[in-house]
């Protein structure tokens, strides 16, 4: 059967906190794209510093 009311899901932790803080993911999920951001950001660092280094070699 369908919620009539569009704006309650049937959460009881949801319903009660506005609707971005709702949307807000927890920390865990927050914590591991973090990491995941990290991971790739000291790959491109570490392909950018040996590429610059690849060219000083050639000067």
């Known amino acids: ?22 949307a807000t993911p927890d920390a865990d999920a927050v914590a591991e794209r973090l990491r995941t951001l990290a991971v790739l950001a000291g790959v491109l660092g570490l392909l950018v510093t040996l590429i610059a280094v690849e060219l000083l070699v050639r000067i």
């Open 1 to 22: 059967m369908s919620n009539p009311d569009p704006h309650t899901d049937g959460d009881a932790d949801t319903r009660d906190r506005p609707a971005l803080l709702a």
